[in-house]
């Protein structure tokens, strides 16, 4: 049975640091696109994160607002996927979510082209 479980979450004041992990079963990490996605209170779940499979050059996407900040990367041994957060502001306070999904020609950060959902981890960015 696939499944994601996100973790690393948690309370961090404005400029620090987090990062999150999604772990992966049920899956062969490497054939699937892998995307970090976040949702504020009030609104739409916007994707901040693509990695793609290491057969499509292993390619990695960021929604502009946290590019130079976040970095995502992969671990195929440990089937797990990393999010790191610096410099973090107030406006990434939300839930965050990894979701897969193998039939993707390439990285994307549209949630509706995604089959498997994690249940999410919560940021807050606060002083």
Same mark, same amino acid.
Request: proline share 2%; hydrophobic share 30%; charged share 15%.
């Given at each position: 049975?696939? +499944?994601?479980?996100?973790?690393?979450?948690?309370?961090? +004041?404005?400029?620090?640091?987090?990062?999150? %992990?999604?772990? $992966?079963?049920?899956?062969?990490?490497?054939?699937?696109?892998?995307?970090?996605?976040? +949702?504020?209170? =009030?609104? @739409?779940? @916007?994707? $901040?994160?693509?990695?793609?499979?290491?057969? %499509?050059?292993?390619?990695?996407?960021?929604?502009?607002?946290?590019?130079?900040?976040? /970095?995502?990367?992969?671990?195929?041994?440990?089937? /797990? $996927?990393?999010? +790191?957060?610096?410099?973090?502001?107030?406006?990434?306070?939300?839930?965050?979510?990894?979701?897969?999904?193998?039939?993707?020609?390439?990285?994307?950060?549209?949630?509706? $082209?995604?089959?498997?959902?994690?249940? =999410?981890?919560?940021? /807050?960015? %606060? %002083?």
């Amino acid at each position: 049975q696939l +499944q994601l479980v996100e973790s690393g979450g948690g309370l961090v +004041q404005p400029g620090g640091s987090l990062r999150l %992990s999604c772990a $992966v079963s049920g899956l062969t990490l490497d054939y699937y696109f892998i995307t970090w996605f976040r +949702q504020a209170p =009030g609104k @739409e779940r @916007e994707g $901040v994160s693509c990695i793609g499979r290491s057969s %499509s050059g292993g390619w990695t996407y960021y929604l502009d607002s946290v590019k130079g900040r976040f /970095t995502i990367s992969k671990d195929n041994a440990k089937h /797990t $996927v990393y999010l +790191q957060m610096n410099n973090l502001k107030p406006e990434d306070t939300a839930n965050y979510y990894c979701a897969a999904d193998r039939n993707l020609g390439i990285c994307s950060l549209n949630r509706f $082209v995604y089959h498997y959902w994690g249940q =999410g981890t919560q940021v /807050t960015v %606060s %002083s």
